[in-house]
């Protein structure tokens, strides 16, 4: 069933590749990959919709006449996905039939996918750029080739409504995760055991973490714990102090990515501490003020900077990261980033918001002695404003020891 879904995406993909070519002015859009079960491109999943063995070429036409290029052994799997017509199968070699093919279309560009700041759209690999250049070196059509620029972009952001319908079951997924380990959450828990009962939530449902499986979750426990992308540890958790757990699961090809604070109460205690309660609605703030802020056309950094005014206001330290970040396909899925104008961000954080794109809503902070809070949402732009995947997280959840 999962493979019929997919090549639904496929053909939805294949469809918004052809809009966004006429958007960008371009003919054709050349995928190219070999052995990319290892190395494929990203793009790949999203609009050829299988993997291939020998050198292969995609090319996506923006009249829709689109056609693959693969190597003998791959042509069924290529047709199998119903969503390429035109297939042609080589033996010897694949420079003849894509300089005819590329003869027959005289495109006015080519566009191949690198790219320095946007790993999701950086899919052609060195060599293959070299092979390609030898292979294209006396036609005129070297000339014509360029950074595919805003197209892997936007079709890998853009989520089609299959796309979105199963972003929103994996969000459904995890709440229902997050409600079995709250249940079973208690001081003297080791990070280590935390993760392992997650993991077992993931197995019974046959489904995979949404990132590197070692560190998802992500477990926070106490003011001693490391921060960030980190494995468990043996840390405990402790009645008087916090646990943040970032943890997303990956369902049917589509992520979820969230965070959720919790307190646990000491004997006689009745609710948080006022420096937990005050720090974690400062954080709430955050969250609410940016998804209030978000709407199509504002750029990623204001998103960012609505956030980061907050922290200066209340003379927080500065938040490390982006505020947030696409999700779809992947975890982390490129794109524009809700974040600041900073070296290592490039030009994402200028990218403008669109209706259907997938983001993150991530912050957190350090509260002295207790540990640490955070909150992550997820949110879909709609055409006006956004809306959430979840219901989000609005003060600390408080667990009784």
Request: net charge negative; aromatic share 8%; proline share 5%.
């Amino acid at each position: 069933m999962a493979e019929a879904h997919d090549e639904n995406i496929v053909r939805e993909k294949l469809a918004q590749a052809v809009e966004i070519l006429e958007e960008e002015g371009i003919d054709i859009w050349m995928i190219v990959a070999r052995e990319s079960d290892v190395m494929g491109d990203p793009s790949m999943p999203l609009v050829v919709g299988t993997s291939v063995t020998w050198e292969s070429a995609f090319l996506i036409s923006r009249t829709g006449d689109h056609v693959a290029i693969v190597g003998t052994g791959d042509v069924a799997n290529v047709k199998q996905t119903e969503a390429w017509d035109n297939v042609i199968g080589y033996v010897e070699g694949i420079t003849q039939p894509l300089i005819a093919e590329l003869e027959a279309r005289n495109p006015n560009a080519i566009a191949l996918n690198y790219s320095t700041d946007n790993n999701m759209a950086d899919g052609i690999t060195h060599g293959m750029y070299l092979l390609l250049e030898e292979q294209l070196r006396d036609t005129p059509f070297w000339e014509r080739v360029q950074s595919a620029g805003e197209i892997p972009t936007k079709v890998r952001s853009r989520k089609s409504p299959k796309e979105l319908a199963r972003i929103r079951t994996a969000a459904r997924t995890t709440e229902r995760i997050w409600e079995a380990t709250q249940s079973w959450l208690r001081p003297g828990l080791s990070e280590r055991e935390v993760s392992n009962f997650m993991h077992e939530q993931l197995e019974e449902r046959l489904i995979g973490s949404s990132w590197d499986w070692k560190y998802c979750p992500t477990i926070t426990a106490g003011p001693d714990s490391p921060r960030g992308h980190v494995g468990p540890t043996d840390i405990l958790t402790e009645a008087g102090k916090l646990v943040t757990i970032d943890f997303g699961v990956n369902e049917d090809e589509y992520a979820s990515d969230m965070q959720r604070t919790y307190y646990f109460l000491k004997p006689g205690e009745t609710d948080a501490p006022e420096d937990v309660k005050r720090y974690f609605s400062i954080i709430d703030r955050c969250i609410q003020d940016a998804a209030t802020f978000i709407k199509p056309g504002v750029l990623g950094w204001e998103v960012d900077d609505v956030a980061r005014q907050i922290f200066i206001e209340e003379g927080l330290e500065e938040w490390k990261y982006a505020l947030g970040h696409q999700m779809g396909r992947a975890c982390h899925d490129g794109g524009t980033v809700l974040g600041p104008r900073w070296e290592r961000y490039g030009q994402r954080p200028f990218g403008a918001l669109e209706a259907d794109e997938v983001y993150t809503l991530e912050i957190g902070c350090l509260v002295p002695g207790y540990g640490y809070v955070s909150q992550e949402e997820g949110i879909v732009v709609t055409a006006d404003g956004c809306e959430f995947l979840a219901p989000p997280q609005r003060e600390v959840i408080l667990l009784s020891s």
